[in-house]
């Protein structure tokens, strides 16, 4: 049972900071500089997401994630 809480959010906290970010239309530089971390990481983290939710780009994520209620905009 325990495990259940932590299912309840599909992204970990960085995907979803990287999500927030890229929905302004931040691009991966301006993200990788907000948040700290390299472009790679950024690009690992959307690629990430986009394995979970099953999709083929950055825009049909976020629709998935807006869907799903992981995401607002």
Known sequence: MKGDHNSKFLLTHREREVFEL???DKT???IAGQLFI???TV???ISNVMQ???V???SQAVV???KLGELKI
């Open 22 to 24: 890229l929905v302004q």
């Open 28 to 30: 991966t530089k301006d």
């Open 38 to 40: 390299s472009e790679k």
């Open 43 to 45: 690009r690992n983290h």
């Open 52 to 54: 979970k939710l099953n």
């Open 56 to 58: 083929k780009g950055r």
């Open 64 to 66: 998935e994630l807006i």
